[in-house]
Each structure stands twice: as structure tokens, then as C-alpha cells.
């Protein structure tokens, strides 16, 4: 394996700072694989299951400490503090390398030092990028072999280039008070200290492909979004290819997976990916898309063969689960499993669980690591080195009242601004209060590497390069009735939401303009074999013109953050939307 010397030379420099009793270069073979697992599981990282019901499977038990992203400890040390605006924390580089540098030397005394060559994207695409994890975690590698293409094949795009991003983690104690996860966007490189969680650990995931990458495709003029790719095909076989970005724990992988019901024959969706999603402007002048990953790093409660059949048949063989439960038989359950809760088992802190015990048995915020090639839906597209062409992006989020269940934005900039004021109640995927409303603009919040405002701004001018930009939505599966029940099935039943967006897509689709959007008219949406009724369907559709009013005062509160730097095409939109408010 012929290994960069750029990339040498700065090894050997972590080396000198971390002092390692040993250093590995992974080449991401089968043998290096096995040699991982047995050394993973002779330390305890690892406990293997039940090999006959769930193949090559195996369980890790995070600290107890250390169980979602850490987004408090989550800095962006961009050189000026403005350029990371107000929604990112902010550390001076000077300050953040002083203070990290102190808590990484000696750290990985001891212990072997993995250096983990990866390549984000297809191989030969020019969508892809190189990355160069350090790490003292066979967890963390276990898991980048799933989640990237690993090894020989990063060093082979690399060439000689000294342009990889530069991502270094170690466990060090794992102590919160010594945690830090920090972003140098204009170094290129990642320094994440004391945690094993995937989103704070893996750094090729939320911290290289969303935070680092925001800011490369800001400079260089594509996007880098927390969105899913789906191809849905008609019964007559045309494709459409959609995004969709919501925030962690919203149905993403559900969607990406999605399995059409059987009241829609003939209608197929393919899977291209959950999670993160690049997208440059062809020269066809659309938006072309690819997911940079190569695996799954899936919530696992609430998966089911009922919610999601695709993600069970995929975790059925060559997966890593955090912090679920381990039965007596060596098989996993989770809160939501196919099973009903088994009479004994060890909850994910490795405790003894009964369900009299009155807590989880797995973790809220659990885990599945999968490769994406294992997916009964995969697309035989998601590897092409060009991308697919993108139709149509839906921004989504949980709310239980006031967004209806889908709606199309009148432009791209108006697109942008229902992107820019999305809202949703959080979940168990980042540390602090579940349930409450919070403003996560695209699903970026915790992921945007420069300042907000600019990103937006990123947003509009893409218009001016893609002359077919894709149309923009928003849907909203969680209406819930007055006594808290959903309204709306959700699950497979959304492609009646998704045909409509294509429909809408090639200029049909009923719908009615209203101050906040085109909604589809209650004849527009597909309900052949729906049981939900006239009446339900009526309050999902519904436009709460008050309710709307009310949120304008807090999309207005948020933009007041961003002070002169907000966007003039946001302001526009905020002013547009109150004048439609308050208009008859």
C-alpha cells in the first residue's frame, strides 16, 4: 500500500504528540477485518451474538456518559468568530490546538494508534473527497470499514495530493470535562477528544461530510446537506430522484427505505441514501446528487418490520448495534422490535432488565452500523460516479400541530426560506430536553461549519448556476389529533405524498395556493386503500392563518441573530409571508 507523503509526515507527528505503543495503517481487507474483531472482542469492546440469527453481528456498550453527539461540546474554530456565527460554538484556533494538544499528549499510550485512509464518495467521481482518521478506538474502525470506503482505494484517489482532511480522535478518559469535538474549516482538519459515541468519534460522518464540507462547497460551489436520496419509480418505470433533509430520528432512514403499500401497485422506491447527501450542478444545468457514504448509522428504536422491513432485512447479518439489549439466546431487542419485550435480558448498560424495571432496555438513541450495499432497496445507481439528478427536495420535521402534511414553496428563494425557518421537536439523537421546539434550518443546525446566514445566502445563489433548480417542499408525517393521536399513517403510506410531489414536478398535481404554500387539494392525494378519513384529511391540510402569525414572531426572533448579515432574499420571503398573513 503506497502511502502519501504528506500524509506520513503528519502521522508521524500525532504520533509524537499521542505516543502510541503502536501505529497501523488500515487497508481495509477482509484479514485486517478479522484481526479487528478478535482483538475487539478480546478487550471487551465487542460481545459477539447469536452467529446463527444475526451473522458477523456484534454489540458495543458505550460509556454511560457517552451516548449521543455532544453539540454543546461542538466547536467550529473558524480564525474569525463572525464567520462561524451564532448558532455554532466558536473556540479561537490558537486556543482550541493549545487546549486539545494538551489533552491528546499521552493518550494513546499504551494502545495502538489506526490510521484509517478514507475516501467520501464514489471512487473517480468528481464529487468525491479524501479523508485521514487517527484514532485509538477498534470500535471506530470497525465502523468507518461500514460507513466509508476504507484504505487502499482513499490513498489511490489521493495520489500525491496533500489535500485530504485531516481528522484526528482519541478516547483519552472519556471524561465529559475533557470532551471537545472541534472543526478548523480553513485547516481542512477535525480534533475530537474523549468520546466513543459514532457522531463525535466517526469523523468522517456529521463532522467531515456535513461541517468540513459545508464550508468546501461554499468555496467551491456545490452543497453538502443532511438530506436522504430516494429514486421512486412509476408503474410505467420513469425515476424520479428525491432529497429530503430532516433532522436525526425523524424518519429519514424510514423514508429512504420506504416500502410503497400495497394499494399502489406497480410503484418501486430505490434507496441511494439515509443520511448525508452532495449535490453539484450538472451540466444539464439540475442539481446532481450523490451519498458520500457507504453505510448506515441508524437509530434503531422504533425499527420494525412494520415501520421499516428494509432496515431489518439489512441488520440481519455484518452489523455493529450500540447500546441496545442482549437476550439470554445472544439475539438484540430494542423498544419498538418485532418481538414483544422478553422476560429477562441486560439493558444496554449491560444491567440486568425485566419490563418491571420501568426504564429502556436500549438506549433511546441506540444505534445500527450497516454497509449500504446489504439494503434489499439499494439502488443500482447509488454508486455511479456522476450522481443521479435531483426533482425535488422536502424539508421535514416533527411537529404535532400547525405544519400541514405537505406543501410546495411558489420559488427557489421561497423554497430557501421554508428551509431557512425549519422547526421541530428534538429527540434523543443529542444530548438536553426531548419534545421541545427548536429551529433547525435544513436540518443543519448542529452541522453547518460557517455562519448560518452566509449558508443561506449559499442556498440562493445556487439558483443562479442551476438553471432547473429542483422544486421545494415541506411535509410534516406527526400531525396529531386533540387527543395526541397521529393523524396521518406515515410509513409506507407517504409515497402518496411523494407521488404528489412528482406529479407537482412535471406541472400537475391539484393544489391550492394559500399564504404559506401550494396545497394539494383533498382529490389531489392518492387515497385508493387509505383508511384515513375526509375529516382527518381536512385538518392535515389545514392552514392555521393565526397559528402561522404567532410563528412569524419567532422566525422573526431567530433572524435577529444574524443581524446585517441575514440574506435580503430571507427578508424578503419573512416580509412576503406576513403581508399573505395578514391579507383576506
Known sequence: MAINESARRWVSDVARTCRPADVVW????????????????????????????LRSCYLHRSAVNDVARTEHLTFICSREKGDAGPTNNWMAPVEAYDRLTKIFAGSMEGRTMYVIPFLMGPPGSPFSKVGIQVTDSDYVVL??????RMGTVALEQLGGSDSFTRGLHAKADLNVDRRFICHFPEDNTIWSVGSGYGGNA??????????????????????????????????DGEITYICGAFPSACGKTNL??????ASLKGWRVHTLGDDIAWLRVGPDGRLWAVNPEAGFFGVVPGTSSKTNPNAMATIRKNTLYTNVALRPDGTVWWEGHDDPPPPHARDWRGRP???????????PNSRFTAPASACPSISPEWQNPKGVPISAILFGARRQT???????????Q?????????????????TGAVGVVRRDPMAMLPFCGYNMAEYWGHWLAMEKRASKPPKIFRVNWFRRDEKGKFLWPGYGENLRILKWVIERCKGGGEAEKTPIGYVPTKSALD??????????????????????????????????KFGDRLPAGIREEYEALARRLKAK
Not at 143 to 148: C, D, F, G, L, S
Not at 355 to 363: L, M
Not at 414 to 430: I, K, M, N, V
Request: neutral net charge.
Open 26 to 53: 488500515c487497508d481495509g481487507s477482509e484479514a485486517e477485518r478479522e484481526r479487528l474483531l478478535e482483538a475487539a472482542v478480546r478487550v471487551g469492546d465487542l460481545i459477539p451474538l447469536n452467529q446463527r440469527e
Open 143 to 148: 465502523n468507518m470499514r461500514m460507513m466509508t
Open 202 to 235: 466517526l469523523l468522517s460522518k456529521k463532522c467531515m461530510a456535513l461541517r468540513i464540507a459545508s464550508h468546501m462547497g461554499r468555496r467551491e460551489g456545490w452543497l453538502a446537506e443532511h438530506m436522504l436520496i430516494v429514486g421512486v419509480e412509476s408503474p
Open 256 to 261: 429512504a427505505m420506504l416500502i410503497p403499500p
Open 353 to 363: 432488565w425485566t419490563p418491571a424495571s420501568g426504564e429502556p432496555a436500549a438506549h
Open 402 to 412: 400547525l405544519v400541514p402534511l405537505v406543501y410546495q414553496a411558489f420559488s427557489w
Open 414 to 430: 421561497h423554497g430557501t426560506f421554508l428551509g431557512a425557518t425549519l422547526s421541530s421537536e428534538t429527540t434523543a439523537a443529542t
Open 527 to 560: 387515497r385508493k386503500g387509505l383508511t384515513v378519513s375526509a375529516d382527518a384529511l381536512k385538518e392535515l391540510l389545514r392552514v392555521d392563518r393565526e397559528g402561522w402569525r404567532v410563528n412569524l414572531r419567532s422566525q422573526a426572533e431567530f433572524f435577529e
